[in-house]
Structures are given as structure tokens and as C-alpha cells.
């Protein structure tokens, strides 16, 4: 017979404007990985930064992801990172701002998708979409 039990490990979540937004333990991340992180159904916004490219559902937890993975204040290199966007140096007050009002709002990250998917494919053979 079966038993259904719940994960021993039970995962934070926190609230970003109304949206319940899980954090994942960093163990199950690794941190040196540069290749595109797999894309799950339901994923269909990607952190631009540097070489980041990790997927989320919605662009609040784009933000969350960014505002903490790189704009927290350990690790805010003091500009704004984000592919193709002018690296001003910035105070990292002033860059969250800058994250929520011109990355990470629904538009800006689908305009965003499109621009890296023509960067990429020039230099990709061709996919059979």
C-alpha cells in the first residue's frame, strides 16, 4: 500500500505584491552553472542578467529573483548587469527601482525574450520550432 507524506524539507514563501513566491534552498542551485537553465510549462519569463538565464512564471518572481540574487547587498556589483542595458553605476536603493520599473515588468521581459532569442540565433544552428 501507499503513503503519502509530505517533504520532510518544507520551503519558505514569501509574498511579492500578492503572488506567493517560493524560495528554494540554494543547495538545489548550482552556482557555477552558466547554461541555460531548464525551461518548465508555466515558464515563461528569463533573468537577463549577465549570464543568469534562469525561468519563472511570473515577472514578480523575475523581480524577487533578481532584487535578491543580484541586488542583494552582498552581491550588488553597484551596477545594472541586465543584458543590454547601459551600466551605470548606480546605489542599490536606486537599482531596485530601476529593476522593478524597466526589467522586470511583464513587457519588458517578453521585448527582452525576443531580443536574446535574435542575438542568439545568429550564432545557434537552427532549432526545428
Keep these: 500500500f501507499f503513503l503519502q507524506s509530505t517533504p520532510a524539507t518544507s520551503i519558505p514563501t ?13 543547495s538545489y542551485t548550482a552556482a557555477s552553472q552558466h547554461a541555460e537553465q531548464m525551461k518548465k510549462p508555466g515558464q515563461n519569463f528569463m ?14 518572481q523575475v523581480f524577487y529573483h533578481a532584487a ?36 522586470c515588468s511583464r513587457d519588458a521581459l517578453l521585448a527582452g525574450l525576443k531580443q536574446d532569442e535574435l542575438g542568439q540565433a545568429g550564432n545557434q544552428k537552427p532549432s526545428n520550432k
Design 47 to 60: 533573468c537577463l542578467w549577465q549570464s543568469c538565464k534562469k525561468w519563472f512564471q511570473t515577472p514578480s
Design 68 to 103: 535578491t540574487e543580484h541586488g542583494g547587498k552582498d552581491v550588488y556589483p553597484g551596477q545594472c548587469l541586465w543584458e543590454g542595458c547601459e551600466p551605470f553605476q548606480r546605489q542599490r536603493f536606486s537599482f531596485i527601482t530601476h529593476l522593478q520599473d524597466k526589467h
Design 14 to 26: 514569501v509574498q511579492v505584491q500578492g503572488q506567493q513566491i517560493n524560495l528554494q534552498p540554494p
